[in-house]
């Protein structure tokens, strides 16, 4: 079963225009993390959160987390054609006694020209 | 890719037939994972290592075997692929709370 749960799960947007991407989840956290996949290849690490924490940046990215509502959102600011991507939400949870990441099902973000 | 190999990068094979699957990492880190990837499942996670010959099952782990005899390499066996196990599968290193990830394995059971 998913922890994490991305909405929308498509989103096309112009370039220059702002993406915004949530993520909601069942269970208490420790951190939650974003990564990104282009087609074809491996995720990549955009940004952690911990639970302590309610928002961060890194370049164009902000990220935000609210606890009591159990959900994070990503903004990516001034969109590029190379943000084309899909993104994903990952959650720390107990898995069989020990803590892992599971992931959501991803918003696959198009940026179009 | 973080310095995470897989091998094959491509696999079609028929069902019965075992598969292995190879992890290869020059990181040294301590935790190794192999996930799966399917359309409408995201990424689920088949089996876990959090040190040599130490492996633990994930969200999926029926069907599949692990084994991690050295730290760089972690391996994940299908000892009789079934038409389900198609997936694109992914293996992932971690030393702390950020997993970095291979390019992925793309394997077609017929």
């Known amino acids: 079963s998913q922890q994490g749960e991305e909405d929308p799960q498509a989103l096309s947007i112009q370039e220059g225009e702002n993406a915004t991407m949530n993520c909601s989840y069942k269970t208490s956290i420790n951190n939650l993390q974003w990564y990104r996949q282009n087609s074809g290849r491996g995720l990549v690490h955009l940004i952690l959160?911990?639970?302590?924490?309610r928002e961060k940046h890194s370049g164009r990215l902000r990220v935000t987390l609210d606890t009591s509502k159990k959900s994070s959102s990503l903004l990516i600011t001034a969109s590029r054609a190379a943000d084309t991507a899909s993104y994903f939400c990952a959650t720390d949870a107990l898995i069989q006694g020990a803590q892992k990441l599971v992931f959501g099902q991803g918003t696959r973000l198009t940026i179009n020209p | 890719d973080a310095g995470i190999t897989q091998s094959p990068r491509h696999k079609v094979t028929e069902t019965g037939t075992p598969v292995t699957l190879r992890c290869h990492q020059t990181?040294?880190?301590?935790?190794m994972y192999w996930y799966r990837q399917d359309p409408g499942h995201g990424l689920r996670l088949i089996h876990y290592?959090?040190?040599?010959?130490?492996?633990d099952k994930g969200e999926v782990s029926d069907g599949y075997s692990v084994s991690r005899s050295k730290t760089e390499d972690f391996l994940l066996t299908l000892e009789s692929a079934t038409s389900s196990q198609t997936s694109v599968y992914f293996c992932?290193?971690?030393?702390?709370?950020?997993?970095?990830f291979g390019p992925g394995t793309r394997l077609t059971v017929l």
């Open positions: 990181e040294n880190h301590r935790y």
């Open positions: 290592s959090y040190g040599v010959k130490d492996t």
């Open positions: 992932a290193i971690s030393a702390t709370d950020t997993q970095y």
């Open positions: 959160i911990r639970s302590n924490e």
